[in-house]
């Protein structure tokens, strides 16, 4: 009978520590493929849809600095660009870091310079929770964390 009991309490403490997370981890892994596939695929309005409102001000700026070179390197390619969700590093309850791999992406150095398609690169994603579910906060554009571009 003791077994039961404890197991009771072990469910109970288990479905409490649950409950503080609001939003699911599998919903956090889409939320993450499905802006990261936008954003590197240059698709910006959707991108819109994974992140929090003052991210907006972000992919406009990205928005701002395509040129058509840019874009007819994009329309040139064979695949578009591929998302690879590595890990998720929780910070808080409510925050988390994803760590993603990008391969065949147009990597825009600066404003003179055409783009270019790199092979691969990794890339962390902030990501907080915002009425209950998980979304891409963007505090500037995204850094590859790993350079090993072609």
Not at 12 to 31: K, P, T, W
Not at 66 to 72: H, I, R, S, T
Not at 104 to 109: E, R, V, Y
Not at 121 to 142: C, H, T, Y
């Amino acid at each position: 009978m003791k077994i039961g009991r404890y197991s009771c309490v072990f469910l109970f403490f288990l479905a409490s520590c649950m409950a503080n997370r609001n939003g699911s981890e599998g919903q956090l892994y889409e939320v993450a493929d499905s802006f990261a596939t936008n954003y590197f695929n240059l698709r910006y309005k959707n991108a819109c849809k994974f992140c929090t409102d003052a991210s907006h001000q972000w992919l406009r700026f990205a928005a701002s600095n395509v040129k058509q070179a840019d874009l007819d390197v994009i329309h040139n390619t064979e695949e578009p660009a591929q998302i690879e969700v590595n890990e998720v590093n929780y910070t808080s309850d409510s925050t988390a870091v994803v760590n993603i791999t990008v391969s065949n992406f147009l990597l825009m150095d600066s404003i003179e310079s055409c783009g270019r398609m790199v092979k691969s690169a990794g890339f962390r994603l902030n990501a907080v929770i915002d009425q209950d579910k998980w979304l891409i906060r963007m505090e500037g554009l995204p850094q590859s964390g790993r350079r090993n571009h072609d």
